[in-house]
């Protein structure tokens, strides 16, 4: 009965901050309904074929959420495994969890061949009259990490060892989380921010290289600029509504801002790449390297995980690309499979 009162009272605090919905994402939504031991039930059946022996926890909270839900397929094992967690795409306005049983199988399988956990999340997705903006995603992401530590013993996760892997919008949240200052509140009012949220590595496939969308023409397609990239070609190709949902804005007069300006820093990973970073594997298959022409070309061009690579290597950090149509490949074979499994051991 305590639990329910404090949802209703949250509901309608939330409800009453209207003028204050960026401050939605720092407040207590991620609270759990109760503190101390994750009650946990398997699910039956398991979301891939696998031969190997594995327990499947389905829907579990970080959050009051209905998005606030992640699943755990747990190889049986009598010591703490290392964990993988997936991050699903989808342009921050769709996508779910359940996305990777079956573009990741074969991974999935080898990870719990190997001993391997994986953990695949959900989000609260960007809506129409967005007024948080994409931080309410990507807090979400390292919300349900700080939680999945929180309940590590539980789960039987060796926290010391978790790699964060998304394609797409989950990429370029795995690498915005990754990429972070750790996010660890030792006065925080939950255990649970406590947890830290520094990683043993980063796999970022189809991702963009940061979210400060507005400046792409200079810091992912400069190259382009004799053909004519300005700021304008990237807000036609982007879409004005989209740039409105992203930084949860009505109109586009407050794009430029202060207030926005700060914003569009905070979600800046590529700023955030220094040598004390996690090692990251960025790879882009099939996408034309040629001056984008449509939305989905200037989000998945092969220059953003080439903008990665290149600042990683000019700070001195562990950077595995694979990006073909630019002839870059530092890999030497290594999969992504190989590169978690090495990093997993390190």
């Known amino acids: 009965m305590k639990n ?48 190997s022996e594995a327990t499947f926890y389905e829907d579990l909270p970080y959050g009051f959420d209905e998005r606030h839900r992640y699943d755990l397929l747990a190889p049986v094992s009598d010591k703490p495994t290392p964990l993988v967690i997936y991050i699903h795409g ?80 989950g990429a370029g949240t795995s690498l915005w989380i990754g990429l972070n200052d750790d996010f660890a509140n030792e006065n925080g009012p939950y255990e649970f921010l406590k947890e830290s949220t520094k990683v043993k590595g980063i796999v970022a496939t189809n991702t963009q290289s940061t979210y400060d969308v507005v400046d792409w023409h200079t810091t992912v397609f400069s190259e382009y600029e004799e053909e004519g990239m300005t700021q304008d070609t990237i807000v036609s190709l982007v879409g004005e509504g989209t740039l409105l949902k992203f930084y949860g804005l009505s109109s586009m007069e407050e794009l430029d801002s202060p207030e926005v300006e700060a ?34 070309a200037v989000q998945h061009h092969p220059l953003h995980a080439n903008a990665i690579y290149q600042k990683a290597n000019e700070k001195g950090l562990a950077c595995v690309a694979v990006i073909p149509q630019m002839n870059i490949d530092n890999s030497n074979g290594e999969t992504v499979l190989q590169f978690i499994l090495r990093k997993m051991t390190q």
Do not use: W
């Open 263 to 296: 914003y569009r820093q905070t979600v800046d990973m590529l700023d955030l790449i220094d040598s004390n970073d996690p090692e990251i594997y960025v790879t882009r298959a099939s996408a034309p390297y040629r001056f984008p022409e449509h939305k989905s």
């Open 90 to 169: 989808g342009g921050f306005t769709g996508g779910d969890k359940t996305k990777a049983y079956q573009k990741e199988e074969a991974l999935i399988n080898s990870l719990l061949d190997n001993k391997i956990a994986f953990a695949s999340i959900n989000y609260r997705l960007l809506e129409e009259n967005e007024s948080i903006g994409v931080k309410k995603c990507l807090n979400d992401s390292r919300r349900a990490l700080q939680v999945i530590r929180h309940y590590a013993n539980d789960l039987n996760i060796d926290k010391e060892k978790i790699i964060l892997m998304g394609g797409s919008a």
């Open 4 to 51: 329910i009162v404090c949802l209703l009272f949250l509901l309608s605090f939330f409800a009453a901050c209207t003028n204050n919905e960026h401050l939605l994402d720092e407040l207590d939504l991620y609270q759990l309904p109760a503190q101390g031991s994750l009650e946990l039930i398997p699910t039956a059946r398991l979301p891939v074929t696998t031969s």
